[in-house]
């Protein structure tokens, strides 16, 4: 069960004793009734609230008193004090139960406390009784002024508004209890601002209180609000704050020209479009308010003129829509009129004003003039060289009319690609241009009067390469696959793309196929994704890096120009080991050959150096084999197989005389037969006769040698006798013998072997004959 009891009475009669003597208002009463025995759960309750006045003095200030039943004197009892500010703001008497206050209470900063008392055995420190709450309220005070948190403020109406028109609401806050007395009661008031301004003194909302303010006479006023509590009765706090109220423009003044008539003088060579004067009616409104426009409501021949306003300056700018004459009309007459673009029905009055403009017109001598300020021309960019790809024209608006010619400013053509006649202004093609290096080509051409080459005028000429298909679609980028060994038939390996350096109207469209040798390729395929890419798919799932460690894929790629072009890409698919997620590991053989952690390069080095070792050592064995052979014939009967080297010179002339070498000669001239050493004899093998060469008949025995060997099938030609003196037979050309040909009658020339070089000079001297040759 939950007690409040308010003690208004009893407060309220302390508040007066306290008013009256000026000392601190306490609260000290203990009520110690409206107990409710209970002795089955608690034996003691005392009121549960105490209300208690702020206050600012130094000394402790007694807030009230606990009690319990238990108190009989015989039980040692002591008093707990628990909860907000135990200890620190409220100290509790632990023998008599009385609560102190110990330090300054502020009921903005709090203003209420809940706070638990329980009663408890001295020596034990056993509770007696269960806790019990209870509320310590802080009782308000006027000890806070009022305030504009929101100040200094700011705020504007419009010029000539009418009275009573609300300006704008101020409001201020007081930290003190709203609900208790008038300590947050406010009033407004105007310190300063009148007679301009009021203000409501209880919804503070300032109104105008002048009629005819007047933005032009004075723009911002400067008002002091001051807000008052306690209802504004004496003694009240306050405070103030400013507002600054800035009145806005209306439209209500029209605007004027300075000068009723204005001259002009403007010379003949004025381009069109140029400024050729300014006028202007100034405005004493502001912003919007103050713009006007202009126009030309009369005149002769107002279609010559045209004026346009300057957003910046508020001027109106005469410009020409038409070229000056001076030999045709002199001067010009002009009716000009400037009105306020925002108009107030209301105001009733003419919000525009008029001036009269005479312009007189300047005689000079003009430069030539192009038929349009800029040209646009285009051209092909396989043009061939003096194509014409337009013509500029210009003329001299003078009366004179003199005669122009036509230049290219260099200046904007470095590459000297195009070239001008200066006659006629027509643009021809120097080099071939190519329009994926540049589309635009911005040139200027220059016009010059032949009789007065200081009149020079200037065109643009921009001169569009159109495109032509001359470029192949290639790959976008140098692409390189992995394909996994565990990969499945259909798996996408790579997504390949194209580009043109062209660009055709009708866009891009490429076409993939592979080259006719690769149509039946068993290993990948190709499949068109509709974007102008392809995938490239593998056909089966049997790749191993031991078989083929990288493919080549040859990729033709056509464009859809006019003629279409092609260009053939190969894409690289290398054979990787990947994981179960196919993520790529090893793409390199190397880990399957070499698990030692060895390079291919490393084997392939061990390998070479292994086998050079071998031919060393077998060229080293051959070689002591050969050294060990006797170089004596031990078998006399077997000539043919042992052949004898020796370096001892021969006998010349006496070795020739000793032996018929004619025996040695081609055998086709002794018995018409020439033996072929390429094919086997067609005889059987004849048994050799016993016996040996005893006689002295070397060649009765080389004879019978060479016939057993030549009709021995089983016996290969150990023995080959080379002949080079037979020169052939049944030649078309005859002999290339020069010997006998300085004997005979033959009247060839060989002075042309002297032009053959240096090689040949003592050869054509050797067979030139003169005719002192001749005679000897």
């Not at 007395?181 to 503070?204: C, H, M, R, W």
């Amino acid at each position: 069960v939950t007690f409040v009891y308010h003690l208004r009475e009893s407060y309220a009669d302390r508040r007066s004793k306290s008013l009256q003597t000026g000392s601190t208002a306490l609260l000290r009463g203990l009520v110690e009734g409206q107990r409710i025995l209970s002795r089955a759960k608690r034996g003691w309750v005392w009121n549960q609230m105490f209300v208690l006045e702020e206050f600012s003095g130094p000394d402790p200030i007694l807030v009230g008193r606990l009690h319990t039943d238990l108190d009989v004197g015989s039980t040692p009892i002591k008093y707990v004090l628990a909860g907000e500010g135990a200890g620190t703001i409220f100290a509790i008497n632990e023998i008599t139960g009385d609560i102190h206050a110990m330090k300054r209470l502020d009921r903005e900063e709090k203003a209420e406390y809940t706070l638990t008392a329980q009663v408890t055995n001295r020596d034990t420190d056993q509770p007696l009784e269960p806790p019990s709450e209870f509320i310590i309220k802080v009782q308000d005070i006027n000890d806070n002024p009022p305030q504009f948190v929101e100040g200094p403020y700011r705020a504007s109406v419009p010029e000539m508004s009418q009275v009573g028109t609300s300006v704008t609401r101020v409001t201020a806050t007081d930290a003190d209890d709203p609900v208790y007395g008038n300590s947050a009661k406010l009033v407004y008031s105007i310190l300063e601002g009148q007679p301009y301004f009021s203000i409501d003194p209880n919804t503070a909302i300032i109104k105008i209180a002048l009629h005819g303010m007047d933005r032009e006479m004075r723009e911002e006023y400067l008002v002091v609000i001051q807000a008052k509590d306690m209802g504004g009765h004496m003694g009240g706090l306050s405070g103030t704050t400013t507002v600054t109220v800035t009145l806005t423009d209306v439209n209500d003044n029209p605007p004027k020209f300075s000068k009723s008539k204005q001259n002009f003088v403007i010379p003949e060579e004025l381009g069109i479009g140029q400024p050729g004067g300014k006028v202007k009616a100034n405005d004493r409104d502001i912003g919007e308010n103050a713009k006007s426009t202009y126009n030309i409501i009369d005149g002769d021949e107002k279609d010559v003129f045209e004026i346009t306003t300057d957003a910046q300056t508020q001027e109106g700018i005469l410009r020409l829509k038409k070229p000056l004459n001076f030999e045709t009309k002199k001067s010009y007459t002009l009716k000009v009129e400037a009105a306020n673009i925002r108009f107030d029905p209301n105001s009733g009055a003419p919000f525009k004003d008029t001036a009269t403009v005479k312009i007189a017109v300047e005689d000079s001598d003009e430069p030539p003039v192009f038929s349009k300020p800029t040209f646009v021309l285009q051209v092909d960019e396989n043009a061939p060289i003096n194509t014409v790809i337009g013509t500029v024209t210009a003329r001299d608006p003078d009366v004179t009319g003199s005669l122009v010619r036509y230049f290219i400013d260099r200046h904007t053509d470095l590459e000297r690609q195009f070239n001008i006649n200066v006659d006629d202004g027509k643009i021809t093609l120097a080099k071939p241009l190519d329009r994926e290096t540049d589309m635009w080509h911005n040139i200027t051409v220059t016009a010059t009067e032949i009789r007065n080459h200081s009149q020079i005028s200037r065109a643009i000429v921009a001169i569009r390469v159109l495109d032509i298909n001359d470029n192949a679609p290639e790959f976008a980028t140098e692409y390189e696959a992995f394909l996994c060994e565990n990969g499945k038939p259909g798996q996408v390996i790579q997504t390949v793309s194209a580009v043109d350096k062209d660009d055709p109207i009708q866009g891009h469209y490429f076409e993939y196929r592979l080259i006719p040798e690769m149509l039946n390729n068993p290993n990948f395929t190709i499949k068109n994704n509709g974007d102008n890419s392809i995938s490239v798919l593998a056909k089966h799932d049997t790749f191993r890096r031991q078989k083929q460690e990288m493919y080549f894929l040859p990729i033709i790629v056509t464009d859809n120009g006019n003629p279409p072009m092609s260009s053939t890409n190969t894409l690289t698919i290398r054979v990787c080991g990947c994981s179960r997620e196919g993520i790529v590991q090893s793409c390199n053989v190397e880990a399957y050959v070499l698990p030692i952690g060895l390079s291919m390069g490393a084997l392939i080095a061990i390998l070479a150096c292994i086998i050079l070792l071998l031919v060393i050592v077998v060229l080293f064995v051959t070689l002591r084999r050969h050294k060990n052979k006797p170089l004596i014939i031990k078998d006399d009967e077997d000539v043919r197989e042992n052949i004898i080297r020796y370096d001892d010179e021969g006998g010349g002339e006496e070795d020739t005389e000793a032996f018929d070498i004619a025996t040695l000669q081609n055998p086709d001239g002794i018995n018409g037969y020439l033996p072929r050493k390429d094919i086997k004899p067609d005889l059987q093998f004849m048994p050799r006769q016993s016996g040996g060469p005893n006689g002295v008949d070397v060649d009765e025995f080389i004879n019978v040698r060479l016939h057993e060997a030549d009709n021995d099938p089983t016996a290969p030609p150990y023995d080959s006798i080379q002949i080079y003196g037979y020169e052939g037979r049944g030649s078309i050309a005859g002999s290339l013998s020069s010997l006998e040909t300085a004997s005979s009658d033959s009247d060839q020339n060989y002075d042309y072997l002297r032009e053959w070089g240096p090689r040949f000079r003592r050869l054509g001297e050797l067979y030139s004959v003169g005719e002192s040759d001749k005679e000897t």
